[in-house]
């Protein structure tokens, strides 16, 4: 099944990309520099993480445990 089409596999694609997106701004700067078109996408995503990594981690950790155990 797509993860589209099943929420926790959304939830669970979208705090991957959030993560991942923040990672690269912080280890190269300059492949998400660009704020428009297709990089805009990642470099909001790298943005969320940067402004609300309390709340990323927590789903991170959360998401985490509903996969290992439910």
């Known amino acids: 099944m797509s993860a589209l089409f099943n929420f926790n596999s959304f939830l669970t694609v979208v705090l991957l990309v959030i993560c991942t997106c923040t990672f690269l701004k912080m280890q190269f700067p300059a492949v998400l520099e660009q704020k428009t078109g297709f990089r805009g996408f990642f ?3 790298a943005r969320i993480g940067e402004r609300l990594s309390p709340w990323v981690a927590a789903g991170c950790f959360t998401m985490g445990i509903s996969i290992l155990f439910f």
Do not use: I, Q, R, S
């Open 43 to 45: 470099w909001k995503a």
